[in-house]
């Protein structure tokens, strides 16, 4: 199993970023995928959640309304837009298949004027 996580940066509060999650090493389309992040001293929160079709997806209340996911099986990757980012929501970035314990090296974020 290979999880890559790209698309992070260093972006001004207001500002957007793409983030994607190559995922190779399993049948990508069977599994719901998941972001998480951890921020500097806390730990890691559950972000957003897709099922297997991308029929339905979860947020959590900190970042609704201002996050989507989606996922491309076609491609074995999974999105996340960020928009209207905050200084809060600096941190790492990670993608996770549910019910496989593995974890990419994740993106960072950064958000700050």
């Known amino acids: 199993v290979h999880i890559v996580e790209s698309g992070g940066g260093l972006v001004q509060p207001g500002g957007s970023l793409r983030l994607s999650c190559a995922a190779s090493?399993?049948?990508?389309?069977?599994?719901?995928m998941r972001w998480y992040r951890q921020a500097p001293g806390k730990e890691r929160e559950l972000v957003a959640a897709?099922?297997?079709?991308?029929?339905?997806?979860n947020y959590a209340d900190s970042v609704k309304g201002r996050v989507t996911i989606s996922r491309d099986n076609a491609n074995n990757t999974v999105y996340l837009q960020l928009n209207s980012l905050k200084p809060e929501d600096t941190a790492v970035y990670y993608c996770?298949?549910?019910?496989?314990?593995?974890w990419g090296q994740g993106t960072q974020v950064t958000v700050s004027s």
């Open positions: 897709i099922t297997t079709t991308g029929d339905n997806t």
């Open positions: 090493g399993f049948t990508f389309s069977r599994y719901h």
């Open positions: 996770k298949a549910l019910g496989l314990k593995y």
